[in-house]
């Protein structure tokens, strides 16, 4: 089945305490991104990737890394988690540019 | 950069009626609007999208329209029903913007 698979679905965490959430995607789809979703903000773009090896911020970079080492994997990485980073992220991935998109289930994150 | 606004932010219909949801850009070399349905717990999943160079596009009870023009595309669904209960998100730009979503219920 195509699928973009996230894990973990769910995570609770400290401030400060590093965590990857990770992201794969069986479409052989070039561009990757993350989004993350809040209340009446709708979907923000963290980063993307436009292939391997190649990534961009989106609008809402701050606090975030991502790798494109494997053109199925784009994980996210928070190296100091802060309270301001709960919230609802999703990987989505697409045949070449952000059209027609294919979304991850969701993680969804607490920094406490 | 792009911005795209979407209202209303909560609609409720009744069952059989029909929904319409109104997005708009201010990127005029904008070409792209897909719009996503997301059912609770769940990622967003394409439900329609339309290119520039067309008005109107249907698909079974759902339709997207877009005025180039005026800059904003709609959403039509027609005969609704309770599993057409959702948060629904238009998007649009380069750099493909989401809108801040619209709260669908469909009362039986």
């Known amino acids: 089945e195509a699928q973009v698979t996230q894990n973990p679905r769910y995570l609770i965490t400290v401030t400060g305490k590093k965590l990857t959430v990770t992201c794969s995607q069986n479409m052989n789809h070039e561009y990757m991104s993350w989004y993350r979703q809040d209340p009446g903000l709708g979907l923000r773009q963290i980063y993307y990737s436009m292939n391997v090896e190649v990534t961009d911020k989106g609008d809402v970079p701050e606090g975030y890394k991502v790798s494109r080492k494997e053109k199925r994997n784009f994980p996210l990485i928070l190296e100091s988690p802060s309270p301001n980073q709960t919230s609802l992220y999703f990987c989505a991935s697409s045949l070449r540019g952000p059209y027609g998109y294919t979304f991850g289930s969701g993680t969804r994150l607490t920094v406490v | ?108």
């Open chain 2, 1 to 108: 950069g792009e911005n795209v606004e979407q209202h209303p932010s909560t609609l409720s219909v009744q069952e059989g009626d029909s929904a319409v949801i109104k997005c708009t850009y201010s990127d005029s070399a904008s070409n792209y609007f897909p719009w996503y349905k997301q059912e609770l717990g769940k990622g967003p999943q394409l439900i329609i999208d339309i290119r520039s160079n067309v008005g109107e596009k249907k698909d079974q009870r759902i339709a997207v329209t877009l005025n180039k023009t005026a800059k904003h595309f709609s959403l039509h669904i027609t005969e609704t029903q309770p599993e057409d209960s959702a948060v629904y998100f238009c998007a649009g730009g380069g750099d493909m913007r989401f809108g801040a979503g619209t709260r669908l219920t469909v009362k039986p």
